[in-house]
């Protein structure tokens, strides 16, 4: 029997399914922007160093060079299975091994003097490049790429230290490696770590800051010997004076020494310590009866910074008198 075709106007569509409708397209639209959001984010942090602003202060003159391509490969936390760390020599096996208990053994640098072959060296530079691993590991990584002379190991250091997701221990060994690498740098290398050294001392961690000024006092570069003649001083350095004794120290600059007598009784510790080595060394005997004091103290440290430094001053006392040049 043929159907019988009504002449009723098309029903029109519910609003509540129309917003249904247009609810679930914008709950679509919304989770391939959130799909997409993590990609954007993650070819914008692994961007190359070079593409970063410079560190503040930087001069304009000095050619940053290029970090290297390698990177630590994302193993997670667990045990390293990536080629880059399975591939190496027997030498390197549980250097590469996050499980291992002996890692760094104490005769690791004479073991391991240094790699030679191209998948030890790839390796070793992905350890040193790892943010996840060992501050203590990546630190002779950095040790083992200058035995082994690798080109890139200033640059890669460099890219470390500006690179805001390091941490201030791992930092401050990268500046410690900058200065420790400066005599076997060419020119270049030699004036881009010095502008380095000089810039991170007005880096946030203090940590930073003092590698950095050990650094210039140990090169004799002549802005260590400024910055600690300044820091030994200005109220707003408390927590890196102990920092600048030492340096006016080490550089012999006696003419300190009547600053550093104010700090023979400082409320600070590690201040009143480091003035006390200071003078000891220089023989001060006018400071002797704040040794005298220092050696009676109730704290430990201090205690034996006293002794120590009375017990130099005998010994000078003791010794002949020089006798003069002919």
């Avoid at 989770?31 to 503040?56: D, G, N, Q």
């Amino acid at each position: 029997m043929p159907k019988t075709e009504t002449n009723q106007p098309r029903q029109k569509p519910d609003r509540v399914v129309l917003a249904l409708v247009a609810l679930t397209c914008g709950l679509v639209a919304a989770a391939v922007i959130i799909r997409r959001a993590p990609r954007e984010r993650t070819a914008t942090a692994s961007a190359s160093p070079a593409t970063r602003p410079a560190v503040e202060g930087a001069p304009a003159s000095v050619n940053r060079p290029e970090p290297s391509k390698q990177e630590a490969p994302d193993t997670g936390a667990g045990v390293r299975s990536h080629p880059v760390y399975t591939n190496v020599s027997p030498m390197l096996k549980n250097f590469a091994d996050r499980t291992s208990k002996e890692r760094v053994t104490p005769d690791f640098e004479a073991r391991v003097e240094r790699v030679q072959s191209e998948a030890d060296m790839a390796a070793v530079v992905a350890i040193l490049k790892d943010t996840t691993d060992s501050d203590t590991v990546r630190n002779e990584a950095s040790k083992l790429l200058a035995r082994s002379g690798y080109p890139q190991l200033i640059a890669d250091l460099i890219a470390i230290l500006m690179d805001p997701a390091e941490g201030s221990r791992f930092r401050s060994f990268c500046v410690q490696a900058l200065s420790e690498n400066h005599a076997a740098a060419d020119d270049q290398q030699k004036q881009l770590v010095e502008t380095v050294l000089q810039e991170r001392l007005g880096d946030p961690d203090v940590a930073v800051q003092r590698e950095a000024l050990l650094g210039l006092v140990r090169l004799g570069h002549p802005a260590g010997k400024k910055t600690a003649e300044h820091w030994l001083t200005d109220p707003a350095a408390s927590n890196l004076r102990d920092l600048a004794i030492r340096c006016m120290a080490t550089l012999n600059l006696r003419e300190s020494i009547p600053e550093i007598r104010g700090y023979l009784r400082d409320t600070n510790e590690v201040i009143r310590i480091a003035a006390i080595v200071a003078l000891s060394e220089w023989g001060d005997l006018e400071s002797r009866s704040a040794f005298e004091e220092a050696s009676r103290f109730p704290h430990e440290r201090i205690q034996r910074a006293g002794k120590v430094a009375l017990a130099k001053l005998d010994r000078l006392e003791k010794a002949p008198a020089a006798q003069p040049a002919p």
